[in-house]
């Protein structure tokens, strides 16, 4: 009975030919005794093991043992690329939102410039506006003083016209009353009245009071006619010159929207303009576990792909830093992307 019989962990071939065994034999897994059987059926402790196991299981045995190990290092590599895409990933977001921090930064300070020269511009066209509005205003009032001129004018002339009329009125009426009054006298005389001279005065002095009295409320007519004709007159100046400055307001109102709106529109072409300067040509792209690899499997035989990983590989510092020129040649000559992992997967526990 051999020192393994009964004992056996694992067995495998260690040579291509198939011609020398390795056994890995104990009582407990983890503490574990390798021992090295050559293929001689003249051997005993070889025959004991055949016992145990037969030259096909050691044969399927050592065939999965290799393929774990090259599906281990797949995993590894497949791992590492994933780890790499994911770090290229982070420093591309961290450039792209520096980038972008920059834009920002130079887009709001031309924008407080551009807002600093629009106030400006405004402030400006608001005096243009305020003064266009006193230079109307002004016109308003001299308007406003001339037609009050002109119609002050024409109502003095009235008035005057009306005043001549009362006097010619009371002339009149003076000559008539004065004819009647002499007729009455002249009836008395040839009537032998007494007092004649008397009764004339107090007749006359009679009418000339009516007659006060009618020419005194003429005049008060031609008052009253001038103060209610100004009065007219005022309103409607009044309204003419509201109507003036209503319109100077109105003026200022649309001038204003109407620059307003070029500025807006200008702001608009300005900030448009900036933002194509400064507008960045990436695209964000989620990168996730699956597309990188099948990114590695749709392009691990790219030129371009496989060119740029090995300068990625060089420039680590693991890579950079080893002296094994063998390994290093290895990352040179490989023409796939998992090849190159490969030798970068070997540099890392060449180095450990």
Do not use: C
Request: charge should be negative; avoid cysteine; hydrophobic fraction near 30%.
């Amino acid at each position: 009975m051999a020192r393994f019989s009964g004992k056996i962990h694992s067995v495998k071939f260690v040579d291509t030919s198939e011609k020398t065994i390795e056994i890995l034999y104990g009582e407990d897994s983890k503490k574990l005794f390798s021992y090295i059987l050559s293929l001689d059926y003249t051997n005993q402790d070889f025959l004991d093991l055949l016992e145990e196991i037969s030259i096909e299981e050691i044969q399927d045995k050592t065939r999965d043992y290799y393929q774990s190990i090259d599906n281990n290092k797949n995993l590894v590599v497949h791992n590492m690329a994933k780890a790499m895409f994911e770090e290229w990933i982070k420093n591309a977001q961290a450039d792209l939102d520096n980038q972008d921090k920059e834009r920002y930064e130079i887009f709001e300070s031309y924008r407080e410039k551009q807002e600093e020269e629009y106030n400006v511009l405004l402030e400006e066209l608001f005096k243009e506006a305020d003064t266009y509005k006193e230079e109307l205003y002004k016109e308003a009032d001299a308007y406003k003083e001339e037609q009050l001129k002109i119609l002050q004018t024409e109502i003095d002339v009235q008035i005057e016209q009306r005043y001549k009329e009362v006097e010619t009125y009371k002339q009149e009426q003076l000559d008539i009353l004065q004819k009647e009054l002499d007729e009455q006298v002249e009836r008395r005389v040839a009537e032998g009245f007494k007092n004649v001279d008397e009764y004339r005065e107090k007749q006359l002095s009679i009418l000339q009071t009516e007659l006060d009295a009618q020419v005194e409320n003429r005049y008060k007519e031609a008052d009253e006619y001038k103060e209610q004709q100004l009065e007219i007159l005022q309103k409607e100046i009044d309204t003419q010159v509201e109507g003036r400055f209503r319109e100077a307001d109105a003026y200022k109102e649309e001038q204003l929207k109407v620059l307003q709106s070029e500025i807006d529109e200008q702001a608009q072409d300005m900030k448009a303009d900036l933002l194509s300067k400064f507008k960045s040509n990436t695209t964000s792209v989620r990168y996730t576990a699956e597309k990188v690899a099948k990114y590695i499997i749709d392009n691990f035989e790219d030129e371009d792909t496989v060119f740029k990983t090995k300068l990625e590989i060089f420039n680590l510092p693991e890579v950079k830093n080893s002296k094994d020129r063998e390994m290093k040649m290895k990352v040179r000559k490989a023409k796939t992307v998992p090849e190159i992992f490969a030798a970068y997967y070997d540099i890392q526990h060449s180095n450990s």
